[in-house]
């Protein structure tokens, strides 16, 4: 039997079958396919699209669609598999007006397990990615994020126009690093204590929100309170959330906590990420999260252990130093981040966006 003809079309359809080694979807059901070149009978070029900033395992797929093409086209030698990015997102933001992707919680069922932490080092690895980020300290009760992030700098309110050409007047966030910030943090004295009830809590989220001008992300992280508060009320009828990271330590009381921030987030239809294991190591113990997880049936997005230099780099203001190449917390904060993108990318391929939760 001969051979099929070597083609555009012929070679898109070889390549649509083949199940990508990450998130195991057919590169047609995914939509990584952007478009393939056939130069004559021992030459062609595909092109790749990734919904992620980081995809681990290029060069797997590369090979796996060379010996794809190979086996169908024996006549074919030369075969380049180029790369873009475009990042996937739900719009989270579109309700409200905001030009971004992927909203993400990051919240912990109990207090003093290194949550805003876990929430500024997700953001600028993200950002040291490629991808473009923002960071917003909901933790209205302890805001934390301006020092983890070395800045005491304040908002200011400018004039824009709207998409209408009407002027409006909205907040510019605070950079740090690249990294767009907002906390309450910017509006209080350091020693002042914030003494709300649910609705001011409410309307002070949605003006970190709806009323500043973020421009174009594609992620942009929430700190949020510990514990099972009316933030993630206010967010879960407010945004269209991508998903929620929870954070806890290793030892048993802290993940029993974090099963409650689990259910929580589910119970108000937001989708949970995974969990990740802070200050992993000999003093809480390791792997408590791995195992929760298993229980939960959500992932691990990684391990972060037991290490001075996140202390020194958080006391002193300077945590975006923690990604610097040779530093050993460096390999396990990009892990989180890359996890935490690709399982955000897996929620988009496998399942449409949910409609808005309706609190009776």
């Known amino acids: 039997m001969a051979n099929a003809e070597l083609n555009d079309t012929n070679l898109k359809d070889c390549l649509s079958s ?3 080694p990450v998130f195991e979807k057919t590169l047609s059901a995914s939509g990584f396919i952007k478009s393939v070149t056939v130069a004559d009978s021992s030459r062609v070029s595909v092109e790749i699209e990734l919904p992620v900033p980081s995809y681990p395992k290029e060069s797997e797929l590369s090979e796996l669609i060379q010996a794809t093409i190979q086996q169908k086209f024996p ?32 919240g912990a069922g109990k207090g003093g397990v290194g949550k805003s932490t876990v929430a500024a080092c997700l953001a600028y690895a ?6 473009r980020v923002g960071l917003v300290d909901a933790d209205v009760y302890g805001p934390s994020i301006p020092h983890l992030v070395g800045t005491r700098e304040k908002p200011v309110a400018q004039e824009f126009q709207n998409k209408d050409g009407q002027a409006v007047t909205r907040i ?8 767009k910030v907002m906390s309450m943090a910017f509006f209080v004295e350091p020693d002042q204590a914030v003494i709300w009830r649910g609705p001011m809590l409410h309307k002070a989220i949605t003006q970190f929100l709806q009323d500043t001008e973020w421009g174009e992300l594609d992620y942009l992280i ?10 993630s009320l206010t967010l879960s009828q407010l945004i269209d959330l991508a998903g929620a990271v929870v954070v806890c330590s290793p030892q048993q009381v802290a993940l029993l906590d974090a099963v409650k921030a689990v259910q929580m987030f589910r119970q108000v239809k937001i989708p949970v990420l995974g969990i990740v294991e802070n200050m992993s190591g000999d003093i809480f113990g390791r792997g408590g999260a791995q195992e929760k997880g298993k229980e939960l049936q959500i992932p691990c997005l990684g391990e972060i252990p037991m290490n001075a230099e996140i202390r020194e780099k958080s006391d002193s203001g300077n945590i975006s130093e923690l990604l610097t190449e040779g530093l050993e917390s460096q390999q396990y904060l990009m892990k989180v981040a890359e996890n935490t993108a690709i399982e955000i990318a897996r929620t988009l391929i496998e399942k449409p966006s949910r409609p808005p939760l309706e609190i009776l």
């Open 18 to 20: 083949i199940a990508d």
């Open 75 to 106: 006549e074919c030698q030369d075969i380049s598999v180029n790369y873009s990015i475009n990042i996937r997102g739900k719009q989270s933001g579109g309700r409200i007006g905001l030009n971004v992707k992927n909203i993400i919680a990051v």
């Open 126 to 131: 993200l950002q040291k990615l490629g991808a």
């Open 172 to 179: 510019v966030p605070v950079e740090a690093g690249g990294l």
């Open 222 to 231: 929430i700190d949020m309170p510990p514990g099972t508060g009316d933030v």
